[in-house]
Structures are given as structure tokens and as C-alpha cells.
């Protein structure tokens, strides 16, 4: 792994220098774009839209339209912006994990120390798992500032980008059924459903079948031949009410 981000963690007056890593990859298959004629690779061109020539990814600047005109940013401009924040995670305060709703959470990375860090890290971890809480900071990537919380995750530092409160839509243009036209009736069985379904959450039992039967259909077509596919059986209630169908439910998952 490539390290994405090196800086430090604040703790206190304890300064803790890291190195960041990406702790999540992709499963879905990397895909290329052909052309249907001859199978040519399609690739992606930065082109100026005045001289319609391509430019230069080394030429390239960024720049932030003010009142019809552009004013151009450089690298040293993003980090007099917050100096601070593009080299140090600054725990602002520690929460308890499970307050944070999973609709803020984006990406994660694991943290590793620099060597004359080391002790300071195992503190701030052990204090983490010991103390059962995860440190709130910010820190700048790529140009942008992000909300993280700092938590342990199998005796590893990890750093989880989680989004800001502005960043999540309002619900309130969603149109949602009124909670009171569910029946005690209703409600008993769906609760009842609901248990009958609960187990202790086991992230391994969780595959991305998708991505295999489809790369089980790329095998086979590269050797000619095509693969068995499942044929998808049509769900079909025999009762038109909510009632009914949670009580087959029950007895389906019974059986």
C-alpha cells in the first residue's frame, strides 16, 4: 500500500506523527470502455474548450470564478488556508462511536506511526479500546477540509471520513405513509419478524455475488460457451393484505 496523507495526530500537547493508508479497496470489476467497431481502448481527454486542443495534466491549474473572472489557486494558497489542518489531525473531543449516525460515514484509512511516535500511538489506542470512545478532528486532504473520527479497529488506528451536517439533504421533500395506519395487529407481527430474522452481524457472510456471477459469465464467454444462469423465481403473495403476508413470512422462515 501507498501512503495517501502524512502528518500528525493531536492528542493534547502529545503529538503523534502517521502515516495514512486507504483501508477500503473496491470489489466490483474494473471495466474498460471499448469502441463496438474494434474493441479500441476509449480514453478520456482534457481539452481546452477554446483552441479544442488537449492540455497537459501538468498544465492544468485550479481556479475559482468571482465575478466573471477567474482567480487562479496554487498549492501554496491551499495550505495557507488552514497550515494547521494539511499536516495535523487535531482531536477536537472524544464521542461515544454508536451516537454518530451511519449516514455520515464515507471512507476510511488506517493510521501507522513514524518511528519516533510509536509509544504515543499504543497510548492513544489503548486509551480508545480502554475507554470504549472515538476522537473527533479535522483535517485537510486533497484540498478539502474533512470531519474524521479517530477509533480503533483490530489494535489499529483508523481514521473514518464522515461527512458535515450540511452535506446530508433534508428529508423533509420525501413522502412517507403515516405511522398510525399500522394496526397493534400489524406491528405484533412484523416485531415478531423482525426477531425471528436477528442475529449477531457477521460482516464474512457477506459476499458481492454480483461481481462473481458476472465474473463467471466473462470466463465463460471468453472460452465460447455461455453460463448457467439463475433464473430469478417471481415473489408472489397469495393474500393481498399486510397481515396475511407477514404471517406466511413467519411461517416461511419457520419452515
Keep these: 500500500m501507498r501512503s495517501i496523507w502524512k502528518g500528525s495526530i493531536g492528542f493534547g500537547l502529545v503529538n503523534i506523527p502517521i502515516k495514512l493508508y486507504s483501508a477500503v479497496q473496491k470489489s466490483n470489476l474494473d471495466l474498460d470502455m471499448l469502441d463496438q467497431k474494434d ?17 497537459p495534466f501538468d498544465k492544468i491549474v485550479r481556479g475559482y470564478l468571482l465575478n466573471d473572472n477567474y482567480v487562479i489557486l496554487d498549492e501554496q494558497d ?14 477536537e473531543n472524544f464521542v461515544d462511536i454508536q451516537e454518530i449516525n451511519p449516514i455520515y ?7 501507522e506511526p513514524e518511528t519516533q ?3 504515543a500511538y499504543a497510548l492513544l489506542l489503548k486509551a480508545l479500546i ?43 421533500v420525501i413522502k412517507v405513509p403515516a405511522l398510525d395506519t399500522i394496526s397493534k395487529k400489524e406491528l405484533d407481527v412484523g416485531m415478531a419478524l423482525i426477531k425471528q430474522y436477528s ?11 454480483y461481481t462473481n456471477e ?20 417471481p415473489r408472489t403473495a397469495t393474500e393481498d393484505d399486510l397481515y396475511s403476508q407477514l404471517m406466511q413470512s413467519l411461517k416461511s422462515k419457520g419452515a
Design 39 to 55: 474493441h479500441s481502448r476509449i480514453k478520456f481527454q482534457r481539452i481546452n474548450e477554446s483552441t479544442r486542443k488537449e492540455v
Design 78 to 91: 491551499f495550505a495557507d488556508a488552514s497550515p494547521e489542518k494539511t499536516k495535523m489531525i487535531e482531536l
Design 105 to 111: 460515514y464515507e471512507t476510511s484509512y488506517y493510521a
Design 117 to 119: 511516535g510509536k509509544k
Design 130 to 172: 480502554q475507554s470504549k470512545k472515538a476522537g473527533v478532528g479535522r483535517f485537510v486532504l486533497r484540498s478539502t477540509e474533512n470531519l474524521c473520527v479517530i477509533h480503533p479497529l483490530d489494535e489499529v488506528i483508523t481514521v473514518t471520513k464522515i461527512r458535515f451536517q450540511e452535506e446530508i439533504r433534508s428529508a423533509e
Design 199 to 209: 442475529s449477531p452481524f457477521d460482516i464474512s457472510s457477506f459476499k458481492d455475488e
Design 214 to 233: 458476472l465474473l463467471k459469465i466473462i470466463k465463460a464467454k471468453a472460452k465460447g460457451k455461455r453460463a448457467t444462469v439463475k433464473k430469478l423465481k
